[in-house]
């Protein structure tokens, strides 16, 4: 079994910055895709963004494109959401998940393994 732990949520205003960071252990982080999905009270989860397994292309939702990062250090089996210029429609328990293939993906059936979500508070 995959474990993927996530951390760095928290408390944030408008304008803002947080990294949050996903821990994996349990297979070869260094052959999966992975991505990062958020959900909101009351609303569907939804994609957020993806690396492939090299950290040589990524992809990412319109609402967040020139304001996530997203990274991955294989070497420390880690991957990484840099969020900078947050908004309150930002707020959502961000979930980290892994891929079976090596590609990166933005949908939610490709990803096999989940975080527990980690929570990300923006105010305004």
């Known amino acids: 079994q995959v474990q993927l732990v996530e951390s760095g949520g928290g408390l944030v205003q408008a304008g803002g910055s947080l990294r949050l960071s996903c821990a994996a252990s349990?297979?070869?982080?260094?052959?999966?895709?992975m991505g990062w999905f958020r959900q909101a009270p009351g609303k569907e989860r939804e994609f957020v963004a993806t690396?492939?397994?090299?950290?040589?292309?990524?992809y990412y939702a319109d609402s967040v494109k020139g304001r996530f990062t997203i990274s991955r250090d294989n070497a420390k089996n880690t991957v990484y959401l840099q969020m900078n210029s947050l908004k309150p429609e930002d707020t959502a328990v961000y979930y980290c998940?892994?891929?079976?293939?090596?590609?990166?993906?933005?949908?939610?059936?490709?990803?096999?393994?989940w975080g527990q979500g980690t929570q990300v508070t923006v105010s305004s």
């Open positions: 998940a892994a891929a079976l293939g090596l590609s990166y993906y933005s949908s939610r059936g490709a990803y096999k393994y």
């Open positions: 690396i492939n397994w090299s950290g040589g292309s990524t």
């Open positions: 349990g297979r070869t982080f260094s052959s999966s895709g």
